[in-house]
């Protein structure tokens, strides 16, 4: 009986380290999927004219695009090194258990 009380206590002094470690991975994918959608935000409100064709304005759009390029980036690097993002399975498996 002692043992199993143990590992009954040991179960449960891991449930807030299970917890913070699927917060923290659900935060994680919510930045990256949020620094995404500004980025794209951002790189399609800026109109070139081609008629007003200066550097400003080019390296704005450069600019821009170039966040967009850094935001995908990192989501196909997450992407590529978790196939899935799965904070939503990994909170699933907790409640079960």
């Not at 935000?41 to 550097?55: E, N």
């Amino acid at each position: 009986m002692k043992y199993v009380q143990s590992d009954y206590q040991r179960r449960a002094d891991l449930i807030p380290n299970l917890v913070n470690t699927v917060k923290g991975e659900a935060n994680f994918e919510q930045t990256t999927l949020q620094n995404v959608i500004q980025a794209r935000a951002s790189a399609t409100q800026i109109k070139v004219d081609p008629s007003d064709l200066t550097p400003k304005n080019c390296n704005s759009s450069q600019a821009a695009q170039g966040q967009l390029s850094q935001a995908l980036g990192r989501l196909l690097a997450v992407s590529e090194n978790y196939p899935t993002l799965r904070a939503n399975d990994a909170l699933e498996v907790y409640k079960h258990n």
